[in-house]
């Protein structure tokens, strides 16, 4: 929905990965319809690329509801290789991000261009 503006902002890729095995995150990609756009999904299942970010969800409430560990509700906007910001959505009343996400959408990343 908002492509054609990232596209104007200078945005050549936008990743979104997950704490999961390659063959959810492709059908997640196809229920989103993202074939032909500049997004693509990845999986993290051994959460490599979340525990070197330092983004490892492990609060006891989502973990209680999801059994193990995935990865924090997060934007980042990385250019060269250099990440310029890094938005986490998580409040102390809420560690996955659920009731607020704004900062890890697309709006905000808009904003951080």
Same mark, same amino acid.
């Given at each position: 929905? @908002? ?10 890729? /936008?990743?979104?990965?997950?704490? #999961?095995?390659?063959?959810?995150? !492709? ?6 319809? /993202? ?11 051994? *959460? ?23 990865? @924090? ?11 310029? !910001?890094? #938005?986490?959505?998580?409040? /102390? ?6 009731? #607020?996400? !704004?900062? *890890? ?9």
């Amino acid at each position: 929905a @908002k492509e054609d503006e990232l596209k104007a902002a200078g945005v050549s890729d /936008v990743l979104v990965y997950c704490v #999961n095995d390659g063959a959810v995150m !492709t059908g997640w990609a196809a229920d989103q319809g /993202v074939e032909g756009s500049i997004v693509t999904f990845l999986g993290d299942p051994r *959460s490599e690329v979340t525990k070197a970010l330092g983004l490892v969800l492990d609060h006891p409430g989502p973990m209680s509801v999801l059994g193990t560990p995935r990865c @924090k509700r997060f934007s980042m906007l990385i250019d060269d290789g250099i990440i310029k !910001t890094i #938005n986490v959505a998580a409040a /102390v009343d809420d560690p996955a991000g659920d009731d #607020n996400p !704004t900062v *890890s959408l697309v709006d905000k990343m808009l904003s951080d261009l």
